[in-house]
């Protein structure tokens, strides 16, 4: 069981180089690292890498890894300025291009926003125009309602009236005619002579 590990380790030793040379690494931003001759601050000084420079890691011994630059020089730089993030300088374009997509797509939502909303407002207004027009007439035919009752009643009790002066004088020609045939039937037997009565000479 043991050689199996150890098998085991020794292959993990033999792998991690080759994976860390296929993922790229980046000197950390902000910063730039002196390239030495081997893994130690007392080995002699061979050049610098800025920050932000993409760099293949060869091997780790500790504190130190071994990289190549991309313009193909070998040296150690301590492993805490190494990153797997890429390097700002390579970020910032496309967060640039971002940022100018987002404020253009945020440019045209407020743009249809606000064409929605002057539509909105437009119809609103519209709206209330028609409910302003629509409550006059009705105040309107309110009033002739009004007028119209009044003119009704008005014509009723004319109606009303000219039945009674109706009635009254009716009543008042029968009475007249009853009193003239009153009058006549007193009179006629004063005024018609009466006929004497013939006297026959039978005893």
Known sequence: MKH???FFLFCFTLISPIANAEQPHYISDNLYTYLLKGPGSQYRIVGSVNAGEPVTVLETNKDYSRITDDRGRNGWV?????????????RLPKLETELTTVKAKLAESLA????????????????????????????QLQNELTVA??????????????K?????????????VAGVGLLLGLLLPHITPRRRKRTNGWA
Do not use: C, P
């Not at 301590?78 to 390579?90: C, H, P, R």
């Not at 629509?134 to 105040?139: A, G, S, Y």
């Not at 009752?149 to 000219?162: G, N």
């Open 149 to 162: 009752q009044d003119e009704v009643r008005s014509l009723r009790a004319k109606i009303d009236t000219q």
């Open 4 to 6: 199996l590990i150890s």
């Open 78 to 90: 301590e492993s805490k300025f190494i990153s797997t993030d890429v390097a700002l300088q390579e």
């Open 164 to 176: 009674d002066d109706l009635l009254m004088k009716w009543f008042t020609y029968g009475g007249i």
């Open 112 to 139: 249809t926003n606000d064409n929605k909303h002057s539509e909105l407002n437009s119809a609103l207004a519209q709206r209330n125009s028609q409910i302003n027009k629509l409550e006059t007439r009705n105040v």
